[in-house]
């Protein structure tokens, strides 16, 4: 089945040190995007890409950057993760940027930072 | 402002009742509107969507209608199961052309037998 893969389920790291998430996606849809979910919260849009074109919302802290080397890639890195990153990390997918385009959602990656 | 605003939970309610969460938003158009479920411990599922006035998204036996007069979008269900217990939210599509969601606070639904 065509699907959205996050890889790890669950990150531990060290507040400080660096980490990077990953996605995957078999559905060969051009936009990609990362989410951060803390605990009792609505996930909140870090950024997206359109194919190659990286969208970052305004409010996302510097300390968050992503990369999308191919289609079916992209990754999520946190350059020095503090106590307040731990959070779930949620990957999605749509085929287009079409306001009625659903979006397409991994499991998420679980962050905790010691 | 808050785009989405969802009625707060947690809603608790005994197998075979009858389901009602509340959804309204704001904008200045006509947006896409999506329901999305979350189960314990997984991403977010897409329930449901409408993306034009008085359509109805239905999927499951749950049913939502794209309601334009009240900005509404509430979502029902006549008999709920165990199996929907869940975190339910709301969310509409951005309408700048990115498609990005905004999404409401969500809703924990616990449902006992």
């Known amino acids: 089945d065509a699907m959205v893969i996050q890889n790890p389920r669950y990150q531990v790291t060290q507040f400080g040190k660096p980490v990077t998430l990953s996605c995957s996606q078999t559905?060969?849809?051009?936009?990609m995007y990362w989410y951060q979910q803390k605990s009792s919260q609505a996930p909140k849009l870090l950024f997206h890409?359109?194919?190659?074109?990286?969208?970052n919302e305004a409010d996302t802290p510097d300390n968050f950057q992503s990369r999308r080397p191919n289609t079916s890639f992209c990754f999520l890195d946190i350059r020095s993760p503090g106590l307040g990153d731990a959070a779930m990390y949620l990957c999605?997918?749509?085929?287009?940027?079409?306001?009625?385009?659903?979006?397409?959602f991994g499991d998420g990656t679980r962050l905790s930072i010691l | 402002g808050d785009s989405v605003t969802q009625m707060e939970g947690p809603v608790t309610l005994s197998e075979e009742a009858f389901l009602t969460i509340n959804c309204t938003y704001t904008a200045t158009g006509y947006p896409s509107l999506f329901w999305y479920v979350q189960y314990p411990g997984e991403g977010l599922q897409l329930l449901l969507k409408a993306t034009k006035a008085d359509d109805k998204g239905s999927n499951k036996g749950f049913e939502a209608t794209y309601r334009k007069e009240t900005t509404s979008f509430h979502l029902e269900k006549g008999s709920v199961q165990v199996s929907d217990s869940a975190v339910y939210f709301c969310?509409?599509?951005?309408?700048?052309?990115?498609?990005?969601?905004?999404f409401g606070t969500g809703t924990r639904l616990t449902v006992i037998p």
């Open positions: 890409y359109y194919d190659k074109d990286f969208n």
């Open positions: 999605a997918t749509s085929r287009d940027r079409e306001s009625n385009q659903p979006q397409h």
């Open positions: 559905l060969n849809h051009n936009v």
């Open positions: 969310a509409r599509s951005d309408q700048t052309g990115a498609n990005n969601l905004f």
